[in-house]
């Protein structure tokens, strides 16, 4: 896109190399805090009502919370295999993209998930709304699995299983998520923080579907032309597809070319 270079070349050099690595290490290190019982997981959480009640950290803290509540040190065993999957992918994109766009794709996904999160609860007072770093988790996933769409992962370190239908499955769970969600101001929490997937993936999605849709009528168009007959008596109107067995000749009749079938030549 020229805006994304245009705004590259001015900003470029602000893009931080390796950034999900710095968030990883940050989240380490609160893991081990909230472990050794010096912090809480739910004190790094967003919730409008407490930023709004001067709790001003939490537009930054649920960046670095761990993924899930840490419980054992068994729990970190396997944060430790999300984290690198985490990374895996991040690193993939940041290649794939450049350090600068890749930064934009996450600091878009941060802003859409706070904006997101107060503007559900603007519109659902009552409802308890929050924001982890799952959408983190989330849109890298659906941007990986759209550019890497036949990479296998090991499910249970046995089964193997391309990862877009990973992404169709965890897609649908978000949906299930979407349409359960208990007011609309959920709703709009939920889908906030996977909006920069559509947002960078815009051009890609409309050319698919344009794609889509010339091969659909391709498809018709050629399945009509199959359908159609080649030869139609213009006696009976008997044709090579409702009469395989007969023979179609063409004979002059006042200098056209008149299609007659074996049975109304006599």
Same mark, same amino acid.
């Given at each position: 896109?020229?805006?994304?270079?245009?705004?590259?070349?001015?900003?470029?050099?602000?893009?931080?190399?390796?950034?999900?690595?710095?968030?990883?290490?940050?989240?380490?290190?609160?893991?081990?805090?909230?472990?050794?019982?010096?912090?809480?997981?739910?004190?790094?959480?967003?919730?409008?009502?407490?930023?709004?009640?001067?709790?001003?950290?939490?537009?930054?803290?649920?960046?670095?919370?761990?993924?899930?509540?840490?419980?054992?040190?068994?729990?970190?065993?396997?944060?430790?295999? !999300?984290?690198?999957?985490?990374?895996?992918?991040?690193?993939?994109?940041?290649?794939?993209?450049?350090?600068?766009?890749?930064?934009?794709?996450?600091?878009?996904?941060?802003?859409?998930?706070?904006?997101?999160?107060?503007?559900?609860?603007?519109?659902?007072?009552?409802?308890?709304?929050?924001?982890?770093? !799952?959408?983190?988790?989330?849109?890298?996933?659906?941007?990986?699995?759209?550019?890497?769409?036949?990479?296998?992962?090991?499910?249970?370190?046995?089964?193997?299983?391309?990862?877009?239908?990973?992404?169709?499955?965890?897609?649908?769970?978000?949906?299930?998520?979407?349409?359960?969600?208990?007011?609309?101001?959920?709703?709009?929490?939920?889908?906030?923080?996977?909006?920069?997937?559509?947002?960078?993936?815009?051009?890609?999605?409309?050319?698919?579907?344009?794609?889509?849709?010339?091969?659909?009528?391709?498809?018709?168009?050629?399945?009509?032309?199959?359908?159609?007959?080649?030869?139609?008596?213009?006696?009976?109107?008997?044709?090579?597809?409702?009469?395989?067995?007969?023979?179609?000749? !063409?004979?002059?009749?006042?200098?056209?070319?008149?299609?007659?079938?074996?049975?109304?030549?006599?």
């Amino acid at each position: 896109m020229k805006f994304l270079d245009s705004l590259e070349k001015r900003l470029g050099h602000l893009a931080i190399p390796n950034v999900v690595l710095i968030l990883i290490v940050a989240q380490l290190v609160m893991f081990a805090a909230i472990l050794v019982g010096r912090l809480e997981f739910i004190s790094l959480i967003l919730f409008p009502k407490a930023v709004m009640d001067g709790e001003w950290w939490r537009l930054f803290s649920f960046t670095i919370a761990p993924p899930t509540i840490p419980t054992s040190m068994l729990s970190g065993v396997f944060l430790a295999f !999300y984290w690198y999957i985490f990374w895996m992918m991040s690193s993939a994109l940041e290649e794939a993209w450049g350090v600068f766009r890749f930064n934009l794709f996450l600091f878009v996904g941060f802003l859409f998930s706070i904006v997101g999160a107060f503007f559900g609860q603007f519109i659902s007072p009552s409802a308890l709304i929050f924001v982890s770093p !799952y959408f983190l988790y989330l849109s890298v996933f659906f941007a990986f699995a759209t550019l890497n769409p036949n990479i296998q992962f090991l499910i249970f370190f046995v089964i193997p299983v391309k990862v877009k239908w990973i992404a169709w499955f965890v897609a649908v769970l978000t949906a299930v998520s979407f349409l359960g969600a208990g007011s609309m101001g959920e709703r709009v929490a939920i889908l906030a923080p996977i909006l920069n997937y559509f947002l960078f993936f815009r051009d890609a999605m409309t050319q698919a579907l344009q794609s889509r849709k010339r091969r659909a009528e391709f498809d018709k168009e050629r399945r009509m032309i199959a359908d159609q007959a080649l030869h139609t008596c213009e006696t009976c109107g008997a044709s090579d597809r409702t009469h395989p067995a007969r023979d179609f000749r !063409y004979k002059m009749v006042d200098g056209n070319a008149v299609c007659v079938c074996s049975e109304c030549r006599g």
